[in-house]
């Protein structure tokens, strides 16, 4: 299964954005489900997820600044991201957290200066 995600865009440092996730709802219902980004040359990486009961983690160079959160109501999950850093700079996907899962389309970030 792969997931799109939808919201990226430019913004300037200490501004926001809100990363979107659409799913079925069977798969919103019973998989927990991850937000990782990829940052041109670097490796792609986790940051932040969601379980199906709501518990949440964050990497810890956005905690404090990153939200994750589910809908049950629109089966979406969001990626709501202030104070962005230029650091913040990559391409985010979402996927589910379950072993085998494809990686779909990302949405660029880009937080200038």
């Known amino acids: 299964v792969q997931l799109q995600a939808s919201g990226g865009g430019l913004v300037q440092a200490g501004g926001s954005l809100r990363l979107s996730c659409a799913a079925s709802?069977?798969?919103?219902?019973?998989?927990?489900m991850a937000w990782y980004r990829q940052a041109p040359g670097k490796q792609r990486e986790l940051v932040a997820h969601?379980?199906?009961?709501?518990?949440?983690f964050y990497v810890d160079s956005v905690k404090g600044r990153f939200t994750i959160s589910r809908d049950s109501g629109k089966n979406t999950v969001y990626l709501q991201m202030s104070s962005l850093k230029p650091e913040d700079t990559a391409v985010y996907y979402c996927?589910?957290?379950?072993?085998?899962?494809?990686w779909g389309q990302g949405t660029q970030v880009t937080v200038s200066s």
């Open positions: 969601i379980t199906t009961s709501g518990s949440t």
């Open positions: 709802e069977t798969i919103f219902r019973l998989y927990p």
């Open positions: 996927r589910l957290m379950l072993a085998g899962s494809g």
